[in-house]
């Protein structure tokens, strides 16, 4: 696929210069189910979509449907109208972000989109949907077709090798409704088919009757009938996490989202104060942000998203990855606290360019030559030493960049520590401890620049020594 760009374009969340022609990686696939809702009501889902806007160009939203959850009991035109005006917000501030990549025109809208690629207003607007109109499993069934349900199992018979990441903001009825059909319709295998395409990142459960204290009658969800019929072939992965972190840290920073988010541009005229919490959804695609720090599929990698474990989950029935209790909860809390500033700085520099057209865009981290954001695999014999060259790392705007070589320990089966010699220069030595071969060891290279707002590059280079 020919690329639209300059003779730059973007590997991470900046269009990085380059002489080839080879074209950018693709875009992870996006759908979402939100129960947005007016202000009055709860602001966070509108919060969290004008995030994802000025991210557009990492993902490529195939879906926003208009769901249930606890926002929206059933859903109304009112609620539905809340996504259309977003996305013509961004369609006034779109001009300012294509700024970023050196972007005119939108010819990919109808093509496999590669990052650093912004879709047009309409291709979104084309992309709006009612989802179920009704929360609970007892809803599951002829009568709950919608277009949102419709449209999944249409994304997942496309010819296209992605997974489809359906992040579900409210509840998950539309996609436990997409489930369902293609159960009555196909064939055992094509239903294995089918649910193996798809990944779900849910924030908590919000398909089930609440009670007191958001307690959940879990029978009454959809979500525990996918994750028990489903368990093997329909990765779930139910964050309890994530998004509370998310919301109690952006309520009481709250004076930097006033100040670096709201006002700036028409998204961020828009962008509300929180009633409850700040952006509880966003933890859902920041899982899986194209940012050369995790493999989505694997979720107790750590991300942006949070850490997950496969474990039994809080309704004590149903198996999923999850993280509402010890080591999980301990080490997703952990890297939320410590990738907190790198994911709010990069929303705060992109509502700069969405306000003024210029901004800061994030390093792009070469190592050993590789310029993509593919996580690396090393396989040396323990006892040796192996030097990670990240000195043709640049910054698109020429800022001065500082380097750290950590281990992400809990990623990894190697449980002793690990050397790194020079983890502050561009170029460092690990030591393969002695006693490694047959376990793993996760090296990250994190490089920021210092510029405003301070933005952060990744790599991930996972060591499996042998003897």
Known sequence: MKTIFSPTFMLFLSITISTTSHAAPLKPRLV?????????????????????????????????????????????????????????????????????????????????????????????????????????????????????????????????????????????????????????????????????KLRTYTITDQDGAQKSGNVINWPESSHQWMRREFEKDLMFLWDECAWKFQNGTGKNNWNEYETHIQNHGNLGNRYPKYKYGVEGDTPAFLHLMPTGLNDPDVPNQVGWGGYFEWGKGPDNETFAYVNHQGSANKISTKYQKYFYPATFNNFAARMDWAKDGTGN??????INDDKSIDMLTKKPLQGTKVTLDASKTYDPDGDKLTFKWWILSEAGTYSNDVNISNSNSSSATVDVPSDSAGKSFHVICEVMDDGTHNLTGYRRIIFEPTD
């Open 32 to 196: 979402v189910l939100t129960d947005i809702a007016p202000n009055h009501v709860e602001p966070d889902d509108m919060q969290s979509i004008i995030r994802l806007f000025a991210h557009a160009d990492m993902y490529e939203i195939e879906c926003l449907a208009h769901s249930t959850g606890w926002s929206a009991s059933n859903t109304s035109e009112t609620y539905y109208k809340l996504i259309h005006e977003t996305i013509d917000l961004y369609e006034k501030d779109l001009p300012n972000l294509m700024k970023r990549s050196n972007q005119t025109g939108h010819l990919h809208d109808d093509e496999h989109q590669e990052i650093g690629y912004w879709p047009s207003a309409k291709y979104l607007r084309d992309r709006a949907m009612y989802g179920s109109t009704r929360r609970g499993y007892r809803y599951i069934g002829a009568s709950n077709v919608s277009d949102g349900s419709n449209k999944i199992i249409a994304l997942a018979d496309e010819d296209d090798d992605r997974p489809i990441w359906v992040t579900v903001w409210g509840g998950g009825n539309t996609l436990a409704q997409a489930c369902w059909q293609v159960q009555q319709e196909r064939i055992a295998e094509e239903l294995k088919a089918f649910l193996q």
């Open 361 to 366: 865009r994030n390093p792009v981290v070469v």
